[in-house]
Antibody
Framework: QVQVVQSGGGVVQPGRSLRLSCEAS????????MHWVRQAPGKGLEWVALISHDGNTENYVDSVKGRFTISRDNSGNTLYLQMNSLRPEDTAVYYC?????????????WGQGALVTVSS | QSALTQPASVSGSPGQSITISCTGTSSDLGTYTYVSWYQQHPGKAPKLMIH???QRPSGVSDRFSGSKSGNTASLTISGLQAEDEADYYCSSYTRTDTLVFGGGTKVTVL
């Protein structure tokens, strides 16, 4: 069955960097768009970024543009989120997610989440 | 990239039906049928309940149904059960090739 298993997360100081990873299995990874969605403590879901199946299209929420980069390794079935210049307001559980359809129109399957805490 | 608008809370008694609204704009929900609903229990990852406005994934109870009219989508839960108590989020594709979520609705079973 579809699985997305996340790694990374942890505590990082403001202004520093962190990379999240997500390994996919149970489906043809190179055929599906992928997303990152985050949830600050006690708050709602916020879509963060998407990448097309071939990596040619990336889009971001305004608050992370220029700081975060989504990427993928289709040969290794892995999705990444490189987070630079982290701010306290980036503190959240970050979910890796697969699009429901091959396009990136809706989130269908979610990872278990990884907590990122930005604090000095 | 403004969030879709949902009521903060909705409640109902077991067996009743409740409806959660989700209001967007012509830049997202009003234009696209890529509208989804997610259920999230505390400490858990979200779960897809409805996609493409009204389609239920395999394994989701038929007590859950979705619809859309204009800039507003709705999720109806019929025959409310204790296990339906959770947070619910709507989501839509947007004109800028991004996604947007609603603020979430807490469903309480009285």
């Amino acid at each position: 069955q579809v699985q997305v298993v996340q790694s990374g997360g942890g505590v990082v100081q403001p202004g520093r960097s962190l990379r999240l990873s997500c390994e996919a299995s149970g489906f043809t990874f190179r055929s599906y768009g992928m997303h990152w969605v985050r949830q600050a403590p006690g708050k709602g879901l916020e879509w963060v970024a998407l990448i097309s199946h071939d990596g040619n299209t990336e889009n971001y929420v305004d608050s992370v543009k220029g700081r975060f980069t989504i990427s993928r390794d289709n040969s290794g079935n892995t999705l990444y989120l490189q987070m630079n210049s982290l701010r306290p307001e980036d503190t959240a559980v970050y979910y890796c997610a697969r699009s429901l359809h091959p396009y990136f129109d809706q989130v269908g399957y979610w990872g278990q989440g990884a907590l990122v805490t930005v604090s000095s | 990239q403004s969030a879709l608008t949902q009521p903060a809370s909705v409640s109902g008694s077991p067996g009743q039906s409740i409806t959660i609204s989700c209001t967007g704009t012509s830049s997202d929900l009003g234009t696209y049928t890529y509208v989804s609903w997610y259920q999230q229990h505390p400490g858990k990852a979200p779960k897809l309940m409805i996609h493409d406005v009204s389609q239920r994934p395999s394994g989701v109870s038929d007590r859950f149904s979705g619809s859309k009219s204009g800039n507003t989508a709705s999720l109806t839960i019929s025959g409310l059960q204790a296990e339906d108590e959770a947070d619910y989020y709507c989501s839509s594709y947007t004109r800028t090739d991004t996604l947007v979520f609603g603020g979430g609705t807490k469903v309480t079973v009285l």
